[in-house]
């Protein structure tokens, strides 16, 4: 069993900056795919990027490509999602999901991928 627990959230402006941590516990991260997704108010919550433990394959969905970078530092049993120039539609909860396995591309941006769920933290992006 795996639990996680995202952190890092915040209020900040257009342009600006946020690093996202999701920390587990309950099982180290060695072979796992760890996902981030984010709901905005009124939306479907939809998948932001992902990353294999394993070797650091990644993914992005196109929304964030080129502004967002997801990392993992498997000493920490911790990956993180690096957030730069954010806009006031990247406003939303983040949360990060685990499953076995392995980043693949666009499947593993998909809710029904993964088994384990933090329970969120706010993005707001506002002036």
């Known amino acids: 069993q795996v639990q996680l627990v995202e952190s890092g959230g915040g209020l900040v402006q257009p342009g600006g900056s946020l690093r996202l941590s999701c920390a587990a516990s309950?099982?180290?991260?060695?072979?796992?795919?760890i996902g981030w997704f984010r709901q905005a108010p009124g939306k479907q919550r939809e998948g932001v990027s992902c990353?294999?433990?394993?070797?650091?394959?990644?993914y992005y969905a196109d929304s964030v490509k080129g502004r967002f970078t997801i990392s993992r530092d498997n000493a920490k049993n911790t990956v993180y999602l690096q957030m730069n120039s954010l806009k006031p539609e990247d406003t939303a909860v983040y949360y990060c999901?685990?499953?076995?396995?392995?980043?693949?591309?666009?499947?593993?941006?998909?809710?029904?991928?993964?088994?384990?769920w933090g329970q969120g933290t706010q993005v707001t992006v506002s002036s």
């Open positions: 990353i294999s433990t394993s070797n650091g394959n990644t």
């Open positions: 309950g099982s180290t991260l060695d072979y796992y795919a």
């Open positions: 999901a685990a499953d076995p396995g392995f980043c693949e591309g666009s499947n593993y941006l998909r809710e029904s991928r993964y088994d384990y």
